[in-house]
């Protein structure tokens, strides 16, 4: 069965410092991944994908398949990143596009 | 374009009561997924349709059902709901070439009393 976990509810950083949002998932086979962002009052959008390997409002995230592991990581953050985030997984074949989502990450950026 | 629409933005039903939701895709897209989200948890898929059928299906009961149309839009229809349907209900966009890749609508929010 395929899963995603986020272990943090709730990441509280203060502006200028690293942030980093873990994103653990289990699936057996070559999964794509996701992380998709919600800012307050506005949709559910997509932030990046593993196969673009590009770097997103300076986001990166790197797949880890020996850990299983997204994790999203960002080395100075803003204020504007306060949000929640979402980790997801796409499988492949059978699956491909059903999106299996992790519980979010609420990150909140204090000046 | 203005992306995913759905509508209605809110609905109050009753136990018991069947409701319709209804989605446009964003222009260019010919597939509709749709999503549960409950207070304080992430989506969780309900089905996908493209090309008029229902591609792919989570673990939803047959209370859930959905229909696309010509144009691609879509409906999800829920019978006989419980209390436990309430939540927001959301429908995303994508191609079938990268169907990962979903834009989202701003949702439904449906609250049974």
């Known amino acids: 069965a395929q899963r995603v976990t986020q272990p943090e509810k709730l990441l509280s950083v203060f502006k200028g410092a690293p942030v980093e949002l873990k994103c653990n998932y289990s699936?057996?086979?070559?999964?794509?991944l996701f992380w998709y962002v919600q800012y307050s009052r506005q949709r559910l959008q997509l932030l990046l994908r593993?196969?673009s390997r590009e770097s997103i409002k300076g986001f990166t995230a790197d797949l880890n398949k020996g850990e299983t592991s997204f994790h999203l990581k960002k080395p100075f953050a803003q204020e504007e990143d306060s949000a929640m985030y979402y980790c997801a997984l796409s499988g492949s074949t059978d699956s491909w596009g059903k999106l299996q989502f992790g519980a979010g990450t609420q990150v909140v950026v204090t000046p | 374009d203005a992306g995913v629409t759905q509508s209605p933005t809110h609905l109050i039903k009753t136990r018991g009561q069947q409701v319709t939701l209804r989605c446009s895709p964003k222009s260019g897209h010919d597939t509709v997924s749709w999503y549960q989200q409950a207070l304080g948890q992430g989506p969780q898929f309900i089905f996908q349709?493209?090309?008029?059928?229902?591609?792919q299906r989570g673990n939803f009961p047959d209370r859930f059902s959905g229909h696309q149309f010509p144009n691609y839009s879509s409906e999800l229809n829920v019978n006989a709901l419980l209390r436990g349907d309430s939540a927001l209900y959301l429908c995303?966009?994508?191609?079938?070439?990268?169907?990962?890749?979903?834009?989202f609508g701003p949702g439904t929010r449906l609250t049974v009393t």
């Open positions: 349709y493209y090309e008029e059928e229902e591609r």
């Open positions: 593993h196969i």
């Open positions: 995303a966009s994508s191609s079938i070439q990268g169907p990962g890749e979903q834009y």
């Open positions: 699936y057996s086979g070559s999964p794509e």
